[in-house]
């Protein structure tokens, strides 16, 4: 579970409050125009910035002041999430092991999960030898092998074509169901890829000014939010 308390954070002149509870197991997709801070948001649920007042409780436990790896999170950003000097199977060891020597189990680990994000064998090639999606697989399974009972992406989808765009959306699904995960994933696509989750966050100017079921966003009362994210 994510609950905000009156997060305060500032950039300068550029104030941000969020107030949110997200229930263990939701699947929130955050939107909203460029700039109004959605990466922000995420990075304080991490703990990559800490709020200037305001509480952040993660799973019962106050975590306002905790460092990112203590905290029940993993996060995917857009981009760069591989080292390009190290080989898939080293890659994802680095979310359970930063020394790289791996015991049996946890190479066996590491195999089970490239089955189950589709890159059986994968473990020797190197990032500059895969396909964007399937780059982003990996840094998906380092996340996973970590255990942590909350995943943060960070739009890491938008380079790819729309197809591998949901069938990314499709693989994220099944695995918050297998692994019971509580998602926040911020999004620049409005399409039917909302249907894929329970909650749609709207964020403008530093605020979160819609969060209810993505459909909500069709009625009428809601028709200036659907403007400004450009449904007609
Ligand atoms: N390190 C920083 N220093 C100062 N201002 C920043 C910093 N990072 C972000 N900002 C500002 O904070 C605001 C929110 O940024 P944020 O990255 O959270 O927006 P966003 O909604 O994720 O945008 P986008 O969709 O373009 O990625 C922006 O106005 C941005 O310019």
Redesign the pocket.
């Known amino acids: 579970m994510i609950e905000l308390q009156k997060i305060e954070y500032h950039?300068?002149d550029?104030k941000?409050h969020f107030a949110l509870n997200i229930a263990a197991k939701e699947r929130v997709v955050?939107v909203?125009?460029?700039?109004?801070?959605?990466?922000?948001?995420?990075?304080l649920i991490a703990g990559f910035?800490f709020p200037n007042s305001g509480q952040i409780i993660l799973n019962q436990q106050n975590v306002t002041t905790t460092l990112p790896g203590k905290r029940p999170v993993s996060m995917l950003f857009?981009h760069n999430n591989l080292f390009s000097h190290l080989t898939v199977e080293q890659n994802i060891a680095l979310g359970i092991k930063p020394a790289l020597k791996l015991s049996r189990t946890e190479q066996t680990t590491i195999d089970d999960i490239l089955i189950r994000i589709g890159l059986e064998g994968f473990n020797q090639r190197y990032p500059e030898q895969l396909s964007g999606g399937q780059r982003q697989r990996v840094a998906l399974a380092r996340c996973l092998i970590q255990h942590r009972p909350i995943l943060l992406l960070?739009?890491p989808f938008s380079a790819l074509d729309q197809a591998l765009r949901f069938e990314m959306l499709a693989l994220v699904n099944q695995v918050c169901s297998e692994f019971n995960l509580t998602l926040m994933m911020?999004s620049?696509y409005l399409d039917d890829s909302l249907n894929h989750f329970s909650r749609c966050l709207v964020?403008e100017n530093?605020k979160i000014i819609f969060n209810a079921a993505p459909n909500h966003l069709k009625q009428n009362e809601n028709q200036r939010i659907a403007r400004l994210l450009g449904f007609r």
């Open positions: 950039y300068n550029f941000m955050i909203g125009p460029s700039g109004a801070g959605k990466s922000t948001l995420l990075s910035i857009q960070d739009e911020v620049h964020i530093g």
